[in-house]
């Protein structure tokens, strides 16, 4: 009997097979470690830690990878409103995830990569998406543009145009295009940055997952899977970025999204 998942992708129930018979591989949007995660965070961990171990029985090996995100601004606050250096804030929430993960028995990822620690290669992500004009920088940004992959939406089914009809939100001057996201962007002296071809900075949200899925997995990889709240936007951007990274190959096969405690 074959394995049948529900790909968010194609909205169907699709037999699985892994494209290399030898090893699954599947990525999952980890915790942002600014605070204590609660149960309804925890869910995503124990539903796919529960898939890995399914798959690993089903087809022997399984490399499953779930990331840190050590970079953000609600860390920066955190650290900023009890008076710490940023690492204090990491490192603490980033321990307690794990103890509270290991307390739930959730399956333990074989790669735990953080952002702090990739920087080169989400650098040189945005560097082929500015050769291949799917990028452009100004002012110290540097934005993809949303306009110039004609898949973005598909995932999450909402058409560009109608995600910004009737929005009352403020759109940066230096954007070419209201829809346009933000790859990297500039630092000051007090918050993390990193020296780049656009003046020190730090990554914005997106490009993170993609450029760690893959330096962990490759460039496309069987299941890409997280909460539903993270269909739209961040999972959306991750298919645009990372596809036209890599010329057009697929970023997943198969989308697994968990849906949310009531």
């Not at 399984?62 to 601004?73: E, F, G, L």
């Not at 998406?129 to 540097?142: D, F, K, M, W």
């Not at 910004?164 to 990297?184: N, S």
Request: negative net charge; glycine residues 10%; aromatic residues 10%.
């Amino acid at each position: 009997m074959s394995l049948r998942l529900h790909n968010s992708l194609t909205r169907r129930v699709e037999a699985f097979e892994p494209a290399d018979p030898g090893c699954v591989t599947m990525y999952v949007c980890g915790p942002t470690v600014y605070n204590y995660v609660h149960i309804g965070n925890a869910r995503p961990y124990v539903v796919f830690g529960v898939l890995a171990e399914l798959l690993r029985r089903r087809f022997g090996a399984v490399r499953y990878v779930r990331n840190i995100t050590d970079v953000d601004d609600k860390i920066n606050a955190a650290a900023r409103e009890l008076g710490v250096p940023i690492s204090t804030i990491t490192d603490r929430y980033a321990a307690a995830f794990r103890d509270d993960m290991a307390a739930l028995g959730a399956v333990a990822p074989d790669a735990e990569p953080a952002v702090t620690a990739h920087i080169p290669q989400i650098i040189a992500m945005i560097e082929r998406l500015i050769e291949t004009g799917h990028a452009y920088a100004v002012e110290g940004h540097v934005l993809f543009a949303v306009g110039s992959f004609a898949g973005y939406g598909r995932l999450s089914r909402r058409d560009p145009d109608e995600m910004l009809a009737g929005a009352r939100v403020e759109v940066a001057p230096y954007k070419r295009d209201p829809g346009d996201f933000v790859l990297w962007k500039p630092s000051t002296d007090e918050l993390p940055g990193w020296e780049s071809p656009w003046g020190r900075g730090r990554p914005g949200w997106h490009i993170e997952c993609s450029a760690m899925a893959e330096a962990h997995l490759g460039e496309t990889i069987d299941i890409h899977a997280g909460g539903v709240d993270l269909q739209f936007p961040h999972h959306e951007n991750e298919i645009a970025q990372s596809e036209c990274a890599h010329g057009g190959q697929p970023f997943a096969r198969f989308w697994l999204h968990n849906g949310m405690l009531n």
